[in-house]
């Protein structure tokens, strides 16, 4: 089955550091992924869609400065979280759609990276 | 407003308890529906698509089915290794997939 891969799974860092999450699609190419933030007990908010070889989407409230995107590759998705201060610390998991389906196909989650900025 | 909406919140059950999940959704053209399973401290897992209303899909204990106004996963005979958060998302005509929030299950032995 579609396989994607997150890493870290868990950084731990000290505030004013930037911190990068790598989502790579192993196993099939996706034209796009996502990016979503995840607090306890809640449900996904998408942050932004990260387009192969074009500027990330953001959504309404997510600061692009902030959450920089880069989707070099039909396979890689990085989030970079700049200058990290306590309050963005989070469970942040990308996911990736395969390219070909019509659009129709499911998204298929990495496992998450646990973020705590100290 | 495209809106999904899952219930109930939690649910708990006793093993061998079979009950059903909720998700009934408001979207302007519907390409998919999709059910996902998530452990805490990890990704939603996949586990079904559908497509169009009357469709069913299978997997052990699991069983989803569509209307045109809602979904609904029914677990049959569940064990405590099915207690997790299941999340419901549609895919809209607009191109844009709208998460619920979903349902904790919770399986007691």
């Known amino acids: 089955g579609a396989v994607v891969s997150q890493h870290p799974s868990r950084v731990i860092c000290k505030s004013g550091t930037s911190v990068k999450i790598e989502c790579r699609s192993l196993?099939?190419?996706?034209?796009?992924m996502f990016w979503y933030r995840q607090f306890p007990k809640k449900s996904l908010m998408l942050m932004a869609t990260?387009?192969?070889?074009?500027?990330?989407?953001?959504e309404q409230g997510v600061e692009k400065d902030k959450f920089l995107i880069n989707h070099a590759s039909l396979t890689l998705s990085t989030l970079t979280v700049t200058s990290a201060h306590p309050e963005d610390s989070s469970f942040y998991i990308c996911?990736?759609?395969?390219?070909?389906?019509?659009?129709?196909?499911?998204?298929?989650f990495g496992d998450g990276t646990r973020l705590s900025i100290l | 407003e495209d809106q999904v909406t899952q219930s109930p919140e939690a649910l708990r059950l006793q093993e061998g308890e079979s009950s059903s999940l909720n998700c009934s959704y408001t979207v302007s053209g519907l390409r998919g529906l999709f059910w996902y399973r998530q452990d805490p401290g990890k990704g939603p897992e996949f586990l079904f698509t559908l497509y169009s209303a009357g469709e069913e899909k299978e997997k052990e204990r699991l069983k989803a089915t569509l209307t045109k106004k809602e979904s609904f996963l029914h677990i049959t005979a569940p064990k405590p290794e099915d207690s997790a958060t299941y999340l419901c998302a549609v895919r809209t005509g607009g191109f844009k997939t709208i998460f619920g929030a979903g349902t904790r299950l919770f399986v007691k032995a």
């Open positions: 196993d099939f190419q996706a034209t796009t």
């Open positions: 990260s387009n192969e070889g074009s500027k990330a989407t953001y």
């Open positions: 996911s990736a759609r395969d390219r070909s389906g019509a659009g129709n196909q499911p998204q298929h």
